[in-house]
C-alpha cells in the first residue's frame, strides 16, 4: 500500500524534470479544497522544499475551516509559506494583487452539493459565471498559462459501437436536458477559454476529466466504486442498484496530477485532452473486483432497478491524443488504486462522515 507519501513520491517521479518548468512560478488554483486538490497541494509544498522552486500557490476557497476537517493530516498545507487562502466565490471573489503566472481552474459545484441535488442553476452559473470570472482575473494579473479542468460528461450520448470518447466527438448534451446543467456549464466554459485565448492572447489548455480513484475519494455520494468499496467495508453486501451494464473506467488520482501538472506545463496553447483511464469495465466487473479484492466472503447483489445508470452507459475516453503528443500513461493498476483507497478509508473513516 502507498502512505501518503509513497504517493507524493511516485507524482514526483513521473513528472520527474517537468518540475522545473514550475521554478519561481505563481500559481493560482480554484477548486483546489477536495479530493484531487488535495494531493495537487501536497505535491506543490513537497516539490517547493525538496527542489527549493521558490512557487507559490494561492488558493481560493468558500471555507478554508472546512478544507481542513473534510481531509485528515493537511495542517502542514493550513500554514505552509508556499501556500496561501484567499476566501471568497468564483463567481464574484476579489482579485488578489500581484502577478500569477500559471491559474489552474478546477472550481464548479461541490460534487457533495450535485449528489443533494443542488439547483442547476446554480450549478451551471458556478461552471460559467466562475469561468469567465477568473479568466477575467488571469488577464489582469498577466497570466501566461491557464488550465481548465473541464468534464468528460460535456460529451453527449454515445452510439452504438462507441467505446471510447475521442475529443472530437462532437455530440452534446440537449440543451432542454436541465439535470446536465453543470454539462452545459463546462462546454461554456471551454468557449470561454477560446475567446480569451483569441481577444487576450492567453495561453489555455483544457483536461476533459472523466473518472478518478485514489485516498480521499468520498465513498458516501454518487462515485460506484466508493459506494462498492463502502460497502465490501463496512456493509452487509456489495451493492449494484443497476443492472451492472455500464461501462467506466478510473485513473488514479496520483497519475491524474503528472497528467495535469504536463498539460499545465507542456501543452501547446489551446489543446484539449481527454483525462483518464482507457480501460474499460462493466460496473458488475467493477463491483465484483471490489468485492474480491476487500470481502471475498460478502455477497454481491444486483438490483435491477430501471434508469440507474442509463443516462450514461459509456463513460470511457480515449486518451491516444495525450499518449502520442505528451507520453502519458496509466501506470497504477486499478487494483492497486482500490486497496490504497480503501485502506485510507479505514484509517481515516472520520472523514466519511
Known amino acids: 500500500m502507498r502512505t501518503p507519501d509513497a504517493l507524493v513520491d511516485a507524482i514526483d517521479r513521473r513528472f520527474g524534470e517537468g518540475r522545473e518548468a514550475l521554478r519561481g512560478a505563481r500559481l493560482f488554483i480554484t477548486g483546489a479544497t477536495g479530493f484531487l486538490g488535495r494531493w495537487l497541494l501536497d505535491y506543490l509544498a513537497y516539490a517547493h522544499e525538496r527542489y527549493a522552486l521558490d512557487l507559490s500557490a494561492t488558493v481560493l476557497t468558500r471555507n478554508r475551516a472546512a478544507f481542513a476537517r473534510a481531509h485528515h493530516a493537511v495542517e502542514h498545507l493550513l500554514d505552509h509559506p508556499a501556500i496561501s487562502f484567499v476566501a471568497g466565490d468564483v463567481r464574484s471573489f476579489d ?114 476529466c472523466f473518472s478518478f480513484i485514489g485516498p480521499g475519494l468520498p465513498l458516501d455520494i454518487h462515485y ?56 474499460p469495465i462493466t460496473i458488475l466487473d467493477l463491483a465484483t473486483r471490489v468485492r474480491d479484492l476487500l470481502a471475498p466472503d460478502k455477497p454481491l ?30 501506470w497504477t493498476s486499478l487494483d492497486d488504486s482500490i486497496r490504497d483507497t480503501a485502506r485510507h478509508a479505514q484509517n481515516h473513516r472520520e472523514d466519511q462522515t
Open 95 to 208: 482579485f488578489p494583487d500581484g502577478h500569477f503566472s500559471h491559474v489552474i481552474h478546477g472550481a464548479h459545484t461541490t460534487a457533495r452539493a450535485t449528489f443533494n441535488r443542488e439547483d442547476p442553476l446554480i450549478q451551471f452559473d458556478t461552471a460559467c459565471a466562475g469561468a469567465r470570472r477568473v479568466l477575467d482575473f488571469a488577464v489582469q494579473s498577466d497570466t501566461k498559462r491557464f488550465l481548465m479542468l473541464s468534464s468528460g460528461s460535456i460529451y453527449g450520448p454515445v452510439p452504438a459501437g462507441m467505446v471510447r470518447i475521442r475529443e472530437d466527438f462532437a455530440s452534446a448534451p440537449l440543451p432542454e436536458d436541465v439535470g446536465a446543467a453543470l454539462n452545459h456549464g463546462k462546454r461554456a466554459a471551454e468557449f470561454l477559454c477560446a475567446y480569451y485565448r483569441q481577444r487576450h492572447g492567453l495561453e489555455t489548455v483544457t483536461a476533459r
Open 224 to 279: 460506484a466504486v466508493g459506494n462498492f468499496m463502502r460497502d465490501a467495508l463496512w456493509g452487509d453486501a456489495v451493492v449494484i442498484n443497476g443492472d451492472g451494464s455500464p461501462l467506466r473506467s478510473y485513473l488514479d488520482v496520483g497519475d491524474l496530477l503528472v497528467w495535469l501538472l504536463t498539460i499545465l506545463t507542456r501543452a501547446p496553447s489551446g489543446a484539449v485532452y481527454n483525462v483518464g483511464s482507457d480501460a
Open 301 to 330: 447483489r444486483v438490483l435491477g432497478r430501471d434508469g440507474i445508470g442509463a443516462g450514461r452507459n459509456i463513460y470511457v475516453p480515449d486518451i491516444n491524443r495525450a499518449r502520442d503528443e505528451l507520453g502519458l500513461e496509466m
